[in-house]
């Protein structure tokens, strides 16, 4: 079975400096994708970031980007210039199978709460 | 602007109860998802559904129902049989067919159940 394991239940971070989310994952599959999303108090779960298995560059959106370590098993996000309004959860979570069929069906680990101080 | 609509975002609910949450998307994805969120845990895949009037049992589908007669709507019931109905639910959408890899989830505000 497929398994998403964040061990940071809470991460601090001042303003302006990166941070670093660990993720780890269990698959046997060889074609899966990892993704991160951000909830803020509201509730709403926002896309980050995305990862493909056969993915040879690690992924970036701004001022995010996945640290894909494959014989590792782990995607942990980074995060750069912290700001205020990135104090939020994060999950890490991972697709079965091939992006191909189109379905997504998705694992969560338990998530990281960040706290970006001033 | 699309999205995916909600409602309603608390409800409360007397034990023995069914209690209906409504889940809209004007995204015209194809695919349609319900997950249940408890503190300190990640979410949960309770039913989902990839084409009209047809939909699948996810990892904790007991005591909950859905319907999907229109691709736009979603809507899970939760029964009186759900032991422990007080969770956030959150419903998603994604589309079949897009970029190759990343066919992203979206998904609504949530809705915060419960059970007095």
């Known amino acids: 079975a497929q398994k998403i394991t964040q061990t940071q239940p809470g991460m601090f971070v001042q303003e302006k400096e990166a941070v670093t989310l660990d993720c780890t994952y269990d698959?046997?599959?060889?074609?899966?994708?990892l993704f991160w999303y951000k909830q803020p108090s509201s509730g709403e779960m926002i896309f980050l970031i995305y990862q493909g298995s056969y993915d040879e560059q690690n992924a970036t959106e701004g001022r995010y980007s996945l640290n894909f370590q494959k014989a590792r098993k782990s995607a942990n996000l980074v995060i750069s210039a912290s700001q205020l309004g990135d104090s939020a959860m994060y999950f890490c979570a991972m697709r079965e199978g091939s992006a191909n069929t189109g379905f997504q069906k998705l694992v969560f680990g338990t998530g990281t709460r960040l706290l970006v101080s001033p | 602007d699309g999205g995916i609509t909600q409602s309603p975002k608390y409800l409360f609910r007397k034990e023995g109860q069914n209690v209906t949450l409504s889940c809209e998307q004007n995204?015209?994805?194809?695919?349609m998802y319900w997950y249940r969120q408890d503190p300190g845990q990640g979410l949960r895949l309770i039913y989902y559904s990839q084409i009209v009037n047809d939909f699948q049992k996810g990892d904790i589908a007991e005591g909950y129902s859905v319907s999907r007669e229109k691709k736009e709507s979603f809507p899970l019931t939760v029964t009186s049989a759900q032991k422990n109905p007080t969770a956030f639910y959150l419903c998603?959408?994604?589309?079949?067919?897009?970029?190759?890899?990343?066919?992203?989830?979206?998904f609504g505000a949530g809705s915060r159940l419960t059970v007095l």
């Open positions: 998603a959408s994604s589309p079949l067919k897009g970029r190759a890899g990343a066919n992203v989830l979206t």
């Open positions: 995204l015209n994805h194809d695919a």
């Open positions: 698959t046997s599959d060889q074609s899966y994708g």
